[in-house]
C-alpha cells in the first residue's frame, strides 16, 4: 500500500485537519479561493513529473508533445479572456510574474513608482527589501488622507519628479477600481511603460465587472488564485505582440527555470471556466457580498464603537475595515473573528498609527464564500456576525453557532475524502 497515510501519516493528518478546516469555517481573507474539483484533480497529476524548460514547440526537453498542448491552452484562452495579443502562462506565482515585468522592462537601478506598501501596493510593487526595492530605485504614491482614494495628482507629481521607467498600478489592499487612463496618461508624459498588476480583481475583469486595463496598459500580471479562483500562479498579459519576445525571455531564462506544467494545465482548466456563464454568476455575488458587508458595517450600531469601512463603501471583491478609532486593534480583531468562525487578516489601513503586527484595519474579502454558493442571504447573515463581533462584549458562542450553520448549509468538496 503507496498511499500517503500509509507512508507520511503525519501529512496525511495535515491534509484531512485542512479540509475539516476549510469546511467548518468560513474563509474570508480576500485574496483566497476554493479552486473547483478540476483544478484540484489537474494539479495532483502526472503533469507534475514533466521538464518543459522553454515554450510551447520550442523546448529544451523531450516529450514535451502532451504539455505543449496545455500550454497552448491555457495561452489561448488567456488571451481570448482578457483580449489580449500575447500570454505568458509559465510564471509560478503573482510575485514571479512581477519580477518578470521588471526585468523585462527596466534594468537593475532604474527607477520604478508603484503604491506605498503601507497604503495598499504589493511587495513586488517596491518595498524596501523585496527584489524590487533592491535592484530598483523606487519611488511611491500614496492615497489621499482625506478620501483614502489614490491621488492622481501626487503620482504625476512623483513621476515628474523621479521620471520612472515603469509605473505599476495595482493592489493587494484597496476597495475602488483604479483610473487607468489618468495612468496611461501620467506613463506617456513621463515616457514609462505602464504595468497593471491585476491580481487581485482579475477575475471581476474576467466576468466584464471591471474595466480591463489590457487595451490600456503596456503589460499586465495577474495571480490565477484569487478572484479567479484557479491554481495558486501567475500569468502576463499584452496587447503589444512586439513584447512577446522579451516578456518570455524575462520569465524563461530570465527567472525561472522548467514550468510546472500540472499548474499552467491547471490554469488553462481555471480559464476555461471563467468564460462560463456561472463564473459570471459568481462574481456578481461576490461584488454583492462585499457591498453588503460594507454597508452593514457603516451602520451606527456598529460605527459608534468606532469601527468604519475605508472609502465609505467597496467597489470590488474586499471590504478594509478602519478600527483607527476603535479599542479593537487589528490584531485582536482578527483573533475575534478567528475564534468566531470566520477567517480573514489584519492589515495596515493608510497612516495606520499602531505598528504593522497590530495594525488598525482588517481586510474582508467574499469570494471564498461566493464560490462556496453564497448569495445575498447568506452575506447578509455573515455581515450581521461581522458586525455583532466588532461590538463591545460579543456573545462569542451565539456567534460560533450562526457560522457553524452556515457552513453546514454550504457543504464544502462534498464527499470528497482525501486521504
Ligand atoms: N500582486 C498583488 C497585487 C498581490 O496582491 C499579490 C498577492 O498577494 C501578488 C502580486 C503576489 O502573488 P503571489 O503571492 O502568488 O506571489
Redo the contacts with the bound molecule.
Sequence with gaps: NDSLSVIDPEIAAVLDQELGRQRDTLEMIA?ENFVPRAVLQTQGSVLTNKYAEGYPGRRYYGGCEYVDVAENLAIDRAKDLFGAEFANVQPH???QA?AAVMHAFARAGDAMLGLDLAHGG?L?HGMKINFSGRLYDVASYEVDPATNVIDMDMVRKRALEHNPKVIVA???AYPRQLDFEAFRSIADEVGAALWV?M??FAGLVAAGLHPNPVPVADVVSS?VHKTIGGP?S?FILSKNPEYAKKINSAVFPGQQGGPLMHVVAAKAVAFKLAGTQAFTERQERTLEGARILADRLMQDDVTKHGVSVLTGGTDVHLVLVDLRNSALDGKQAEDLLHEVGITVNRNAVPFDPRPPMTTSGLRIGTPALASRGFGATEFTEVADIIAESLKPQPDVEALQARVKKLADDFPLYDGLVQY
Design positions: 485574496s506565482s503573482g510575485a512581477n504589493h513586488t495595482g493592489w493587494s498588476d491580481a487581485h495571480t495558486r501567475g
